[in-house]
């Protein structure tokens, strides 16, 4: 049985990543920051549907605790051979009111923990010349957002680390795969009127907002895929072609 570790489990996206590869007979590890009660809920369900999983705190945006979440997975289930990192934060607001601070809590949430979860998963997926990565950035990774600069910067970062560590990682059999949701029905866009969302539909030549099930399918086919890697996957419903 192979074994996932899931960051922002706790999540939207990630919780339903979490659930999709525990049905599909991986144990998964669950990442959470600050929400246990999320991430203990999620591991009752998946447990109670006959899947595996355990919940781990960290602040992944500081290397410490980043190794101590590794060694405690590794600990409990052994090599992580797979690692989807949906871990992030989102500021939204005028660029020119962001102050340094705002910079670099966002892309220490949503690039530097990205780097250091990576860096740290490589080594034992080097040794046993197996392992896959799928890192989630976003639509506006891909061609930036108004008012969010710097979570566009930071997504826009995460899929040029994606390409090159697929670059650098595939002799060693490690895919390292991207994935760049659109508008999905999750917390995190919670913060969007309706008038909002009927307008980003009417925007999305599909016409509809995507759920966090689709997101975690498609999480799902590239973290299993064997011959893809390098590869960045919208879920944007055309929003992005």
Not at 99 to 125: E, I, Q
Not at 174 to 193: A, E, F, K, Q, W
Not at 228 to 238: D, P, R, Y
Request: proline share 3%.
């Amino acid at each position: 049985m192979k074994n996932a570790l899931v960051t922002g489990a706790s999540g939207g996206i990630g919780r339903a990543v979490a659930k999709e590869l525990a049905r599909r007979g991986w144990r998964v590890a669950l990442h959470y920051h600050a929400n246990e009660a999320a991430a203990k809920s999620l591991e009752e369900a998946i447990c109670r549907e006959g899947g595996f999983a355990r919940a781990y705190p960290a602040d992944l945006t500081q290397e410490a605790p980043v190794e101590a979440l590794f060694g405690a997975v590794e600990r409990d289930l052994g090599f992580v051979e797979g690692l989807v990192n949906s871990a992030g934060v989102a500021w939204k607001g005028l660029f020119t009111d962001m102050t340094l601070a705002d910079w670099r809590w966002v892309v220490d949430g949503a690039l530097t923990s990205v780097f250091l979860c990576c860096r740290r998963a490589l080594p034992a997926m080097i040794r046993g010349k197996r392992g896959s990565i799928v890192n989630v950035s976003s639509m506006w990774g891909e061609v930036g957002a108004s008012c969010e600069a710097a979570y566009s910067a930071a997504k826009a970062g995460v899929i040029g680390l994606t390409k090159a560590l697929a670059k650098e990682e595939g002799p060693s059999g490690i895919r390292v795969n991207c994935l760049s949701p659109g508008v999905i029905d999750t917390p995190m866009n919670g913060d969007l009127t309706e008038e909002d969302l009927a307008a980003l539909r009417e925007e999305t030549p599909l016409g509809r907002t995507g759920t966090p099930e689709e997101t975690a399918q498609a999480a799902a086919f590239l973290l299993e895929q064997e011959f893809i890697t390098g590869q960045v996957l919208g879920v944007s419903g055309g929003m992005v072609v």
